[in-house]
């Protein structure tokens, strides 16, 4: 399916060529990583794709910061306690320093959480701080009272804190001031992300004076730049089909495991055609995801029947699979009046549009896609765009076949930013439009629910009705996969995939 003895000798010549030119110059200090896109934001108010999700804790310290267990901790805070069910009162540390050289006082945090919790603002994150009732300051000691109980409120208590004469200021521009072990110095979307080391962090400067993020749209480019020494990290940003060459690099670590992200794909559920339950079960019996798995992903990932992994406890089993059945799709589309025009001839039941980043593997999945759809006589145009354009209008509803990735998923409430009804953007990530009562309920009475076994009972029932109502086509789990220089050391894969280990990055030595 992909001429792949010819790309693999065009890989071995040019990676030749590149390494005669290696990483002279470079600033040992200087530690680079590839991102295939530019961050759609770095502020934390409104920040939602993944590249700004993964980079914003280099920059910014929330009160709790999440472990790499899925549990959270104190951060900015150095105690936090619950005297009452609804009430959490949290103790700042004592001498802690913003960017620009102000220090951080309990009225910073009352003003960031006064403009995350007001609609008006259109943070994405006002939808899950709408049981809180109030957050004052007393003294060094910031106290938060819920109307409701929220059983993982203490998640929305890891968002990044913002001085308090910029939390009240809907667009800030670069000037993303924040408390974290980097400061932000250049923000040049389509080039790169430059942090620069923050000496008087509280937990220590960093080893590295640098963190530049790259932004390298071509699978190849970053391949070349990461064997050359251009690079020094690729995380989750490398072509399944180029792992073998990779893991036989010198100089290079590769590092794969088990994954927790979720590709999907997602339907708008306000469209004429995928409004249709019939239409979307029809499409989803027309996958053959093995194959997908097999070309696409060169067998590096899991085939998905619901939004979490088995190793994870909120995890369905039960979520209703839909096993490629072409036959079955077909049937589906007849019944929902989508009759074959012409038997086995050219002419299509329908068709739709089918939009995509730039990115190489997510193309050729599209165009996979786009034929196994064909063969149950669904036409399919597939439009590729730049990230933010597509992302933008994934947003905005504009769309009617969609495929994206959920990364960085360890607390199941997620499932109410994705599918309440209330979550629709910019409130939230229901970008399908999907609206069920019955499944709000649930939503909202997990939100509540301290009985850990009654809760997971919940998730199950939730991921069980979207797999059901077909709100998403899930697709698979895929691995994690890391490249890292071994001109560096200190660097630890995350499960999310932030970047906040580069705090502790140093050189191993000079690589001759």
């Not at 085939?303 to 059945?325: C, R």
């Not at 969609?402 to 998923?409: E, N």
Request: net charge negative.
């Amino acid at each position: 399916m992909r001429p792949i003895s010819f790309l693999f000798l065009f890989l071995a010549v040019a990676w030749v060529a590149a390494s005669c030119t290696g990483d002279a110059g470079r600033d040992p200090n200087e530690f680079r990583v590839g991102i295939e896109s530019t961050p759609a934001s770095l502020d934390p108010r409104y920040a939602t794709d993944a590249h700004g999700v993964r980079i914003i804790p280099l920059i910014f310290n929330g009160l709790l910061r999440k472990t790499p267990e899925g549990g959270v901790e104190p951060d900015l805070a150095v105690s936090w306690e619950t005297p009452a069910p609804l009430v959490h009162e949290l103790v700042l540390r004592e001498g802690v320093t913003f960017h620009d050289g102000s220090l951080l006082t309990a009225q910073d945090v009352v003003a960031t959480y006064n403009y995350l919790r007001n609609p008006e603002n259109g943070s994405p994150h006002s939808g899950a701080l709408k049981s809180l009732a109030s957050v004052v300051a007393e003294g060094d000691k910031v106290v938060f009272t819920l109307s409701e109980q929220y059983v993982s409120f203490p998640f929305q208590l890891t968002h990044g804190i913002l001085p308090e004469r910029l939390a009240q200021i809907k667009d800030i521009g670069d000037e993303l001031t924040g408390t974290g072990p980097f400061r932000l110095a250049r923000y040049l979307p389509g080039e790169e992300v430059l942090l620069t080391a923050f000496a008087d962090h509280f937990r220590g400067a960093p080893k590295i004076d640098r963190a530049r993020f790259r932004i390298v749209g071509s699978a190849t480019t970053r391949l070349l730049e990461v064997r050359s020494g251009g690079l020094d990290l690729l995380q989750n940003a490398v072509p399944p089909y180029s792992l073998k060459f990779l893991e036989r690099q010198e100089g290079l670590d590769v590092v794969r495991g088990a994954g927790s992200s979720y590709q999907y794909l997602g339907f708008n559920l306000k469209d004429p055609l995928t409004s249709d339950l019939r239409v979307r079960r029809a499409i989803a019996h027309a996958l053959d995801r093995d194959a997908l798995i097999r070309y696409v992903m060169q067998g590096q990932a899991r085939k998905a029947n619901s939004v979490f992994p088995p190793e994870h406890w909120a995890h369905a089993p039960g979520a209703m699979s839909y096993d490629y059945d072409p036959a079955r799709a077909m049937v589906l589309l007849d019944e929902a009046g989508y009759t074959d025009p012409d038997g086995d001839g050219p002419l299509k039941r329908f068709s739709l549009s089918y939009k995509t980043s730039t990115d190489k593997t997510a193309n050729e999945a599209a165009r996979i896609i786009a034929d196994q759809l064909g063969k149950v006589g669904i036409g399919v145009e597939v439009m590729s765009f730049e990230w933010g354009t597509f992302f933008g209008d994934v947003k905005k509803g504009n769309f009617q076949l969609m495929s994206l990735r959920w990364v960085g998923l360890s607390d199941p409430d997620v499932l109410h930013y994705i599918f309440h009804s209330e979550s629709v953007p910019p409130n939230g990530a229901n970008r399908g439009r999907y609206l069920n009562p019955e499944l709000d309920r649930w939503l909202d009475g997990s939100r509540g629910e301290a009985d850990m076994e009654k809760r997971a009972a919940l998730y199950r029932s939730i991921q069980e009705k979207i797999a059901e109502d077909c709100v998403y086509a899930s697709l698979w789990w895929p691995d994690n996969v890391v490249v890292l220089s071994e001109r560096f050391t200190g660097y630890r894969p995350l499960p999310g995939g932030e970047y906040v280990s580069l705090a502790e990055v140093e050189p191993a030595g000079k690589v001759e």
